[in-house]
Every structure is written in structure tokens, then in C-alpha cells.
């Protein structure tokens, strides 16, 4: 695990916006890897984001009312994701980073 630190705690005390923008950062190595045919890069990319998103479905928001719509969502986003990448759909990948740059413009 290349987060160890985050997931004794220190993950669930940022918003959701932060665990989003940090998904985000990883996403975005991982598209620029896999465009630039640096499959290794990228594919240490992914599993560092795919670590980010188990911590958030873990940790993310648990005594809050809507914590299955962003369970729905957060496992919705990985599912495309994991998808566009495993066909290195660049076009898509871009697509879902632009999603997530949304959270980055909240911080």
C-alpha cells in the first residue's frame, strides 16, 4: 500500500472534496502515463488512485445521510475509470478527469 498513512484515520478527516481532488491528481498521472505509452508509470498511477478509492468507500463520509449516493457515485466513477483505462481510452480518461476537476476548484 503506497498510503499507508492515510488509512490510520488521517484520510477520513479530509472532505470530500480533498479525497476527490487527491483521486484526481492520481488519475491524472495515470491518464498522462498511458498517453505518453509509459505503462509502467501509469499502471503504478492507477493502483495508487484505485488505493485512494477504497479509502474513500471505506472512510468516506460514514455518519452521513448520504452515504450511499456517494458510495453509488464514488464506485460508478471507479468503474468507468478502470474501464477507459484497461482499453486506453485516453478521450474517456480525460473526460472523468474533467469530472474530478470540479472537487479540485472547491479546495
Known amino acids: ?10 484520510w477520513a478527516e479530509l472532505t470530500l472534496a480533498q ?27 492507477f493502483e495508487r488512485m484505485q488505493e485512494l478509492v477504497d479509502l474513500t468507500i471505506e472512510y468516506g463520509r460514514k455518519n452521513q445521510s448520504n452515504r450511499n449516493a456517494l458510495l453509488k457515485e464514488i464506485c460508478r466513477f471507479r468503474e468507468l ?6 482499453d486506453s481510452n485516453i478521450t474517456e480518461l480525460t473526460s472523468l478527469n474533467q469530472y474530478l476537476d470540479h472537487f479540485a476548484s472547491i479546495n
Open 1 to 10: 500500500m503506497q498510503h499507508e498513512t492515510l488509512s490510520n484515520g488521517a
Open 19 to 45: 479525497q476527490m481532488a487527491n483521486i484526481g491528481s492520481e488519475s491524472y498521472r495515470a491518464t498522462k502515463w498511458l498517453a505518453k505509452g509509459r505503462n509502467d508509470n501509469a499502471e503504478r498511477a
Open 81 to 86: 475509470f478502470c474501464s477507459a483505462f484497461l
